[in-house]
Every structure is written in structure tokens, then in C-alpha cells.
């Protein structure tokens, strides 16, 4: 397995007592990655394992410094060191610092002390801030996002308690996405507020309101559409359907019981606020929702829950419906689209590599490749739904977990299986076939990570075709016997249409192409195969039309192409072909 940030240190440097480098021992466990991630972590550095060798002593604390690649930082998300110790609980422990110089490179390393050993893991996580709300009250602007604002009459609870928020992002794009795969939302839904997740103690219920602020910005086409207004006020007095924006608030009603106080430029959409309690999300009834400037919104909680969204709509939707919405959102924000590629070295086609790679970075991945040394042909799936985690298992070696931020490549070493096969292409030709395995399907089986169920996998997501250049072999006299015998009595031998593709020139292989009716994505394709050679473009042309011919006999197949010899302007090559195929029929007949 190599690693895809090819920039990041293959290694990780630790400090710690005398004699430590006698008993510690360290190694790369890149394997169970798809085990070291759970809901919204993305990893970001290779997973070491350190672990003590036999019985020995050993003192703690010890300093471990970890390199990582995190290509997507923000607000939102932070960094931190993932430990799994032997009985597999997980820790996190915050870097002392995620910038330095280590092995004589600067770069981003993240240095922590622990206290135990074990897996070790740099990831991305969504960032939490723990707060405490006083009896005297709390009005709180998030770090994350100073726009989320959480504010705390005073006796909300009955003491001080301790509490955490996290916010997920829920941008236009993945926003987009969720409408585009139902119209249902695609005319209703005008944006989201993040996902905002609440921890409160379950023994200490509400006791006074909690104030809510969250952003949701307005109708991005509301600006557009009012600057129309006044040019379609004419056509709209004329008793044509006014859109759904425009129409009066009193023909709008909500069944959800939510009410909408707000400014005029707003007063044709509605706010809908949705809670979740244990994992189910429903429709919060009876509230007010206020519009702000600057497309904030605020709302009240008078119990608590552990995740909001607020939902600005153009026109109602059913609970059910908007429940779903908050579903897909949740489930969405996780996925991503993923290509899967295979493409063999420039100066070895046997060397192939595979690799799962964001979509929206596809282009930029495949230049690193290139100057890594692929650029043989290029095999790439379209695009395929997976989450941080997930694997793609191949049906004929390895596996690739994809993750989001780091891109894991497997080499592989392809060669042939029945040296004479394929034996009409220039080319051995195989399938790679992907099959997904989700990060929920997988559990520890002692130190790696297996399928719960080992049911058939189902069908694959994507196959890739694989070819490998033929090389001419030096075989004894019995092999050579053998293959003839066979080569010479099936249909039209490749001898045959060997000698046949070098007597035609390219005029002739053109006017054949038009005879023999072949398809133009076939003709493409032999380009694509032959080459620039006259007589391989010819063979495969002639290869190309033979394979699709329904089971006949020789000479009737004989006498087709003869035919469309003769209307492609070369009768003596007809007639010399049939002479040919009538001698390698009498051979064949007499061994």
C-alpha cells in the first residue's frame, strides 16, 4: 500500500527514555484505517501501531509525533489524535502543536504525550465547544460560527450545567444535490441552517426558554425574480399563475402550526424547525420563528434536543417530507462521490495501480499520476456514493478504503492467465470488479478488521477492463502443432485474415468497413487498439466483423466477406480467399 500524500514523511518520530529504542517497536497498520473512523472524522495521516516487545518495562510518559495532510480546514473542523489502546477504547488527545520540523522537512505534525499505547491516528473532526450555563443565564456566540447564537434565560435549568455544541455545514452544493433527486424539495426547499448538535444533561430539563439563532439565508433567486416584478406586472394582471413567491401570505397555509414574523421582503416563505430526539427527527409544532437581517433566523426551545435544522421553503411541505429532507441532509454530508481509476506505468504495463479519488479532484489527482510515471490507458468508473471508511474490495487482489482526505493507492502486478488466450486481439484482457463494503459492515477479528456477514457481496459497483501487451513466445514444435490445429479448422482463421489485412490497402480497408456494416463506435475502437498500423487496423476490423457473426458454417461465413470483398473493389482477393478457406477446410478435414 502506498501512501497518496506522497509530500507527508512515510514515518513517525517518537521521544522517550533511555533505552526506550530496545523495546518499543513500530510499524505501519494501514489496514484497519476503515476501523480508526467513526461519524464525522476523516482521517488525515497513516495509523501506526507502537506497541512494547514481550514483557519488558517500560516508563511513560511518551512523545509521539505524527505527520498529516489535511487538505480541508476551517472553522468547522479541527485536528486531533485518535488512540486505540489494546482493548480497543478510543481517546483523543489535542496536538501541542500541528506545525514543525521533524527528519529535516517542515510540515504539518501532530505532537502529542501519552500515557498508553496502541493505535495511533490523526483526524479531522467536527470542532466542540464545551460551556457552562450558569443559574444567571448565558448568551453565547458559537467560535465555530459567530452567527449561531444560544441564548439562556436566567433559572433555564435548576443548577449550573455543562453542555457542548457542534456544528456540521450543509453548503448550497450538497444542498443542490438533495433537491435534484426529488422534486418534491427541488420547488419547495430554498435553503437550510447548519446542523446544529446540543448536548444538554437528560437530568436537567429546560426550565425557561432556550433562544435559538441560527443562519438561513433567504431565496438565492428572490433578487432575480423582484427585479423582474415590475416588467411582469402586466402579464400577471392578465391572469396568468403568479410563482409560488408571489403568492399573497393568506393563500400560503402551513399545516405545520409554525407561524413566520419577519420583514416584508420575506413574508412569502415559511421557516419550519426540526428537532431530533434519540436518533428520530420530527416537525417542531407551535413555535414562532422570527427573521432577522442578514438571513438569520431565531426560534425557542422550551425542552431539550440533541440536533436542530431549520428549513426555509417556497411553498408547504408534508412532516413526512420534511423529516426525509433532514434524513438525506444528515446522510448526505458524509457521502461523497468517488472515481475509481486503474492505469498501468508507462514503462512497465504489467505495474497497475488503483485508486479511489474525490470526484471534484479527479483532474488534479490524475496529473500527480502522471508525473508519478502513469500514463498508460486510463480505466475510470463513474461516479460511486461512498462514505469516510468504506472499501472497495477486488474481486482479484487487495482492497482500497477510501478516505476523504487521503488517497490510498494499490499496486498491483497483472499478468496473464492462459498465455493463448484472447487469442484473435493483440492484447490479454481481464475485469477488475469492485465491490463496496460499508464502514458499518466491517468489526475487529483479532488484529484486523473483517465482514460481519459473510454473505455473497451482491453486485459489483464498477468493473474496469484491464489489458496487457502479447509478447511474442518461443514454444516447441508440439504446442505449435497443437495450436495450429485448432487455429486452422475454427472460421476463418487468424492466418487467414492475417494474410488477408496485408494485401489491402487503406483505401480498400475503408470500403470494407462500409461492406462489412460495422458500427462506427467498433471502427473508433479499432483505431484505438491498432494503432497506426495499416495491417493491424485491417486484422482488426476483420477480427471485429468475424466476432459478431452468428454460429455458421465456414464457407458460408467465407463466402460473406468474399462478397463484400468483391463490392469493395478487389475480386481477385475474393476469390483468392475462398480458394484458401477451401484448402484449410480439406486439411482440417484429412488430420
Known amino acids: 500500500m502506498e501512501d497518496g500524500q506522497s509530500h507527508v514523511p512515510d514515518a513517525c518520530f517518537i521521544r522517550a527514555p533511555v533505552g526506550a529504542a530496545e523495546v518499543l517497536s513500530c510499524e505501519i497498520a494501514d489496514a484497519l484505517s476503515c476501523l480508526m473512523v467513526t461519524g464525522a472524522e476523516e482521517l488525515v495521516s497513516r495509523v501506526i501501531r507502537v506497541k512494547v516487545q514481550g514483557r519488558a518495562n517500560f516508563h511513560f510518559p511518551v512523545t509521539l509525533v505524527v505527520p498529516f495532510c489535511a487538505r480541508y480546514r476551517g472553522n468547522y473542523r479541527d485536528v486531533a489524535v485518535k488512540i486505540m489502546d489494546e482493548e480497543r477504547r478510543a481517546s483523543y488527545v489535542t496536538p501541542a502543536t500541528t506545525e514543525g520540523t521533524y527528519g529535516g522537512q517542515r510540515g504539518s505534525f501532530a505532537e502529542v504525550r501519552v500515557y498508553a499505547l496502541g493505535l495511533f491516528a490523526v483526524v479531522s473532526c467536527l470542532k466542540r465547544e464545551n460551556y457552562t450555563v450558569p443559574r444567571r443565564g448565558l448568551s453565547l456566540k458559537l467560535s465555530m460560527d459567530p452567527r449561531v447564537c444560544l441564548s439562556y434565560l436566567p433559572g433555564a435549568f435548576a443548577a449550573p450545567v455543562m453542555a457542548q455544541t457542534t456544528i456540521q455545514p450543509v453548503d448550497t452544493v450538497l444542498l443542490a444535490a438533495v433537491k435534484s433527486r426529488s422534486d418534491v424539495y427541488y420547488y419547495s426547499v430554498a435553503s437550510t441552517s447548519p446542523l446544529l448538535y446540543l448536548a444538554h444533561p437528560s437530568s436537567q430539563p429546560l426550565r425557561r426558554p432556550l433562544t435559538v439563532t441560527l443562519p438561513c439565508p433567504p431565496n438565492p433567486e428572490r433578487k432575480r425574480d423582484v427585479r423582474g416584478r415590475g416588467k411582469q406586472t402586466q402579464r400577471h394582471h392578465s391572469g396568468s399563475v403568479a410563482p409560488a413567491w408571489d403568492q399573497p401570505a393568506s393563500n400560503r397555509v402551513s399545516a405545520l402550526g409554525a407561524s413566520l414574523k419577519s420583514p416584508k421582503e420575506t413574508s412569502n416563505e415559511l421557516l419550519v424547525v426540526l428537532v431530533s430526539r434519540d436518533k428520530q427527527w420530527s ?123 487521503r488517497t490510498n493507492h494499490l499496486l498491483v502486478r497483472l499478468t496473464e492467465v492462459d498465455p493463448f488466450g484472447n487469442y484473435s486481439s493483440p492484447h490479454y484482457k481481464g475485469t477488475a470488479m469492485f465491490y463496496k463494503v460499508t464502514r458499518g459492515q466491517l468489526e475487529w477479528r483479532g488484529d484486523g478488521a473483517a ?63 462500409l461492406s462489412l456494416r460495422l458500427r462506427r463506435s467498433a471502427a473508433q475502437l479499432v483505431r484505438l487498439r491498432a494503432g497506426d498500423s495499416l495491417t493491424s487496423q485491417a486484422f482488426q476490423v476483420l477480427a471485429t466483423w468475424r466476432r459478431g457473426l452468428p454460429a455458421a458454417p465456414h464457407q458460408l461465413k467465407a463466402s460473406q466477406l468474399a462478397r463484400c470483398l468483391a463490392k469493395s473493389g478487389r475480386p481477385d482477393l475474393a476469390r483468392e480467399l475462398l480458394l484458401r478457406q477451401a484448402a484449410a477446410t480439406r486439411q482440417g478435414s484429412l488430420t
Open 283 to 405: 416537525v417542531l409544532e407551535r413555535v414562532t420563528v422570527r427573521n432577522l437581517q442578514n438571513g438569520l433566523a431565531s426560534f425557542e426551545l422550551t425542552e431539550n434536543f440533541d440536533r436542530l435544522l431549520l428549513v426555509r421553503l417556497l411553498s408547504p411541505l408534508q412532516p413526512p417530507h420534511l423529516t426525509s429532507l433532514a434524513e438525506r441532509l444528515e446522510e448526505s454530508v458524509g457521502c461523497h462521490a468517488v472515481t475509481v481509476v486503474l492505469q498501468c506505468r508507462r514503462d512497465d504495463p504489467h505495474a497497475a495501480l488503483v485508486a479511489a479519488l474525490p470526484s471534484r479532484d479527479l483532474s488534479w489527482e490524475l496529473n500527480k499520476l502522471g508525473a508519478q510515471g502513469y500514463g498508460g490507458p486510463l480505466e475510470a468508473s463513474s461516479d460511486i456514493s461512498m462514505c469516510e471508511g468504506d472499501q472497495l474490495l477486488l474481486r482479484f487482489s487487495g482492497n482500497i478504503t477510501f478516505h476523504t482526505q
Open 451 to 513: 465482514r460481519m456477514d459473510m454473505k455473497p457481496l451482491g453486485d459489483p459497483v464498477c468493473a474496469l477492463s484491464l489489458t496487457l501487451p502479447k509478447k511474442v513466445r518461443s514454444v516447441n514444435r508440439l504446442v505449435t502443432a497443437r495450436v495450429k490445429l485448432c487455429e486452422e479448422t475454427d472460421s476463418l482463421s487468424d492466418s487467414l485474415l492475417l494474410w488477408l489485412a496485408g494485401e489491402l490497402s487503406e483505401e480498400e480497408v475503408a470500403e470494407l468497413v
